[in-house]
């Protein structure tokens, strides 16, 4: 599969495709389809009810997953789906949803890329109004935040800090384009700790996680390896804040620097974006 060299031209599917699989959370089973649309965006909506486009303002914030608020109902666990298909260069398409949250998968975004590449993208005509990063965005929460700074390209930056001895201190770095994404940072796991699993199980969270979708380490050790990158951890942080920054309406042009960031900074930082940066936004008050 020859992927856009770029974030710059407009690209949707060539034709339908759709997975199904469990959700993390819920651990339902839950049915995606895929649809080229010529133009509108990214648009998403459920099943019998009528798309809408994906925007900021649908995001709620949900523990451990990004969530979305259709009209017809709340939609969990999106951003790997939709890191998917920003990273690959989709800037149309129609995405039906059966079911409350979206599969897990593998707990990557490779079956999505998978399915994408087996059907092929086609080109859409005009370009793309790119976010452009005009001055410096800062969210912050403790310790822990997001950062937009003006630069040429799409570069993104992820830095965690874990007490874990298997994960520990990791630091990921990409200027990002689809062919990068699809072989660096898609084929990243989810990953989490044994020791939180019953509690989290007990709030009603990962009933549908496991070995076979999940990285799980007990501190020291994974306990399903091989990984599939060395810093597999720090990459798929990486992918979450692709597909959460998906929610901004467009592949932004600047440098965005997270470090211990979660799904909660990296849509408000989505918000900023779309607000500040679009081609529309008006110049800020000095």
């Not at 994404?181 to 990953?191: L, Y």
């Not at 306990?223 to 309406?249: M, Q, S, T, W, Y």
Request: aromatic share 4%; with cysteine; proline share 7%.
């Amino acid at each position: 599969m020859l992927w856009p060299p770029d974030y710059t031209s407009r690209w949707t599917i060539a034709a339908e495709t759709s997975l199904a699989g469990v959700g993390l959370h819920s651990g339902l089973t839950s049915r995606v389809t895929l649809l080229p649309s010529p133009s509108g965006g990214l648009t998403v909506g459920l099943e019998g009810a009528s798309p809408v486009s994906l925007h900021h303002d649908l995001a709620r914030e949900q523990r451990l997953c990004t969530a979305l608020q259709l009209p017809t109902g709340l939609v969990s666990t999106v951003e790997h789906l939709l890191a998917a298909l920003a990273g690959v260069g989709i800037s149309d398409a129609q995405i039906q949803v059966e079911g409350q949250e979206i599969p897990l998968l593998d707990g990557s975004a490779l079956p999505w890329v998978d399915a994408v590449a087996a059907v092929g993208l086609r080109p859409l005509p005009g370009q793309r109004s790119p976010l452009v990063v005009r001055e410096i965005i800062c969210i912050q929460a403790g310790d822990r935040h997001v950062l937009a700074l003006p630069h040429g390209g799409l570069r993104l930056s992820v830095a965690v800090n874990y007490p874990s001895q298997a994960i520990g201190q990791q630091f990921y770095e990409v200027d990002l384009t689809p062919g990068r994404f699809v072989e660096h940072i898609a084929p990243a796991r989810t990953f989490g700790f044994q020791d939180q699993l019953d509690r989290l199980r007990s709030a009603g969270l990962i009933r549908g996680g496991s070995l076979r979708n999940a990285l799980v380490c007990d501190g020291r050790h994974w306990l399903n390896p091989p990984l599939r990158f060395a810093n597999e951890p720090v990459r798929h942080k990486l992918l979450d804040l692709i597909g959460d920054l998906a929610l901004a309406g467009g592949a932004p042009q600047g440098h965005i620097s997270a470090y211990r960031a979660g799904h909660a900074l990296h849509t408000q930082l989505a918000t900023r974006l779309a607000l500040s940066c679009s081609p529309f936004a008006t110049a800020p008050n000095r």
